[in-house]
Each structure stands twice: as C-alpha cells, then as structure tokens.
T-cell receptor
C-alpha cells in the first residue's frame, strides 16, 4: 500500500493555465507538507498543515493555494502558471506536529512542466 | 537559513568510506538526513536531536555537534545501493519547519 500518494505524476501545461495536484496519506499522520524541488535539486518547504490547520506558509506567491479537506488530504492549486513554476512538487507527511522529532514521509512527486 | 553541505559530490569505489558534513549558521534543534535516488522521492535515514548523540543505521551513522551547529553522516564500506543525493534538513526550533541543504551527490562505482 502506498503511504503518501500524489496525482498526477506528470503535469505538462501552458503558461497562464490553472492546475491542481492532489495528495493523500494513509499513515494516520496529523501533519502534511508541500515541498518544491527545482532543477538544481534544492528542496524548499512551501506549506504545512497540522490537522487541517495551516501552520507554515513560506514566502510563496499567492497563485499557490493549498487546501486540506481533512487530515489525510492536502491539495495544491496553482493559478496563472508561469515558466518558473516548473519543478517537482513533493507532498510529505509526519506523525504529529512535534516538529523535528518526526521523520518526513514523501510522496513520489509531481513533475510540473510549464511551456 | 539554508544549511551548507560539503562536499557537493563524492565518487567512491565499493567498500570505501565517506563523510558528508552539514553546517548551519543558526542554533539547531534537530538534524534530519535523507537519501534521494534519481527520479525518486527522498527517503528518511535518521534524525538527531540536541544532545550530541550519535545514531547508527546499518553501516550508515551520524553525529550532531550542537555547539558547532554541525552534523556529519558517515557511510562505511559503501555499497552500490548507497548511490544517490544525500540531504540534511535542519530545524532551529521545534516547529516542524525543516530547511534542507543543497544536497551531496554520492556515486559508488564497482
């Protein structure tokens, strides 16, 4: 059974479009994250939710909006896509909002290409 | 503040040892280590908390020197399966906000 699953795996779209990425975890974890990995492999945190509540919101453009309908799901909607949004987006989860004590479990990533 | 990893890349022969370092300019609460193979997700290796403990995971171990704000990952008797990019993630306080280093690419050759 996949622990953290993301869909789609690949997403190719044109500039200006709006797209969503979905994430689900079946580990029973309370905290979920979105990370962005650019072409230089730099992994940067974007958002974190603890039991549906937004707890980390990095300096991410307003075009990015996360939504957590329940603690097992965290979706990412991106408006007006730009070339610079091309990257691999990873969803992750951890057992509780206890910060550095818990390992992150990553999904397999969504490779977004904006043309 | 992003932690700095060194070296950026390492090439080893099977059976050789390697050390990857992770340094921060800020006081650290915890250090995580992950390995990412090409085209795959990062996979958790270990967490070290304040207290300078050393942890082991088969032939991979790590240390955390909170005074120096540094952690080191030790890979002994490397295997082909150790190839990948290693990331340290640091947290300055118990917030869950993990900041990753730029990664160290390790290639193990037969």
């Amino acid at each position: 059974d996949t622990a953290v699953s993301q869909t789609p795996k690949y997403l190719v779209t044109q500039m200006g479009n709006d797209k969503s990425i979905k994430c689900e975890q079946n580990l029973g974890h309370d905290t979920m994250y979105w990370y962005k990995q650019d072409s230089k492999k730099f992994l940067k945190i974007m958002f974190s939710y603890n039991n549906k509540e937004l707890i980390i919101n990095e300096t991410v453009p307003n075009r990015f909006s996360p939504k957590s309908p329940d603690k097992a799901h965290l979706n990412l909607h991106i408006n007006s896509l730009e070339l610079g949004d091309s990257a691999v987006y990873f969803c992750a989860s951890s057992p509780a909002g206890d910060g550095g004590n818990s390992p992150l479990h990553f999904g397999n990533g969504t490779r977004l290409t904006v043309t | 503040q992003q932690p700095v990893q060194s070296p950026q890349a390492v090439i080893l022969r099977e059976g050789e040892d390697a050390v990857i370092n992770c340094s921060s300019s800020k006081a650290l609460y915890s250090v995580h280590w992950y390995r990412q193979k090409h085209g795959e997700a990062p996979v958790f290796l270990m967490i070290l908390l304040k207290g300078g403990e050393q942890k082991g995971h088969e032939k991979i171990s790590a240390s955390f020197n909170e005074k120096k704000q540094q952690s080191s990952l030790y890979l002994t008797a490397s295997q082909l399966s150790y190839s990948g990019t290693y990331f340290c993630g640091t947290e300055g306080s118990n917030t869950g906000k993990l900041i990753f280093g730029q990664g160290t690419t390790l290639q193990v050759k037969p």
